[in-house]
């Protein structure tokens, strides 16, 4: 059974500018949820996607938003990008998410460097 | 709202020896706790989980962690580090009622030197 699935591995954007992130889910999950890495502040929650619906929300201004398909794949877009933005971006699955003592399953994340 | 703390940013310890990478917790209610490990360049790997019962939990790549609720800990152990042990550690939490996310601590740097 195929990883979670993350692209594009790497981005350079410059202030000011839009990126878009897309991660699919590992076939049959259908919870997807989003992180953002930093050296300084670990791992910080970003949001939940099940079901199309955004299910909870981390404490992040709204230039950072998502979205999920039909499908489990989900998207996350920020725009004006500011060069705090700078981070590891993770997505993680799960089956349903609802269950909260299930383990999430990680992609490899897509660097995003802004300039 | 939870939280995780991980006091130590790094944690150095030689081959063979026993190590220890501190977590403690917070949460308005009964947790769940999970520990998780990042390779280089790579996603968090699940590592273990407490969820009820036996406040020893053992995991993979033979880690344990140990739950004590007095405390509001949840250790990781391993009785011999190995060098491929070399990772950034995650504890993370969550309620084990309700829809609330999966929380993370900042990690843990080991470095195990042969």
């Known amino acids: 059974k195929a990883g979670v699935t993350q692209t594009p591995r790497y981005l350079i954007k410059t202030r000011g500018q839009q990126v878009t992130l897309s991660c699919s889910p590992i076939s049959g999950h259908r919870s997807v949820s989003w992180y953002q890495q930093t050296p300084g502040q670990g791992l910080q929650f970003l949001f939940e996607?099940?079901?199309?619906?955004?299910?909870n929300k981390g404490n992040f201004p709204g230039r950072f938003s998502g979205r999920q398909f039909s499908n489990s794949r989900s998207e996350m877009n920020v725009s004006t990008l500011e060069l705090g933005d700078s981070a590891l971006y993770l997505c993680a699955s799960s089956l349903t998410g609802v269950i909260t003592n299930e383990k999430l399953f990680f992609g490899s994340g897509t660097q995003l460097s802004v300039l | 709202a939870q939280s995780v703390a991980q006091p130590e940013d790094q944690v150095n310890v030689a081959e063979g020896n026993p190590l220890t990478v501190k977590c403690t917790y917070s949460?308005?209610?009964?947790?769940?706790l999970f520990w998780y490990v990042q390779y280089p360049n790579r996603g968090l790997q699940f590592l273990l989980k407490?969820?009820?019962?036996?406040?020893l939990v053992k995991g993979s790549y033979g880690f344990e962690a140990e739950f004590n609720k007095s405390q509001t800990s949840f250790h990781l152990k391993k009785p011999s580090a190995l060098v491929s042990d070399s990772a950034l550690y995650f504890c993370a939490v969550r309620l084990n009622s309700g829809n609330t996310p999966l929380v993370f601590g900042k990690g843990t740097r080991l470095s195990v030197i042969a």
């Open positions: 996607y099940f079901s199309e619906t955004q299910r």
């Open positions: 949460v308005s209610g009964n947790p769940y």
């Open positions: 407490y969820i009820t019962g036996d406040n």
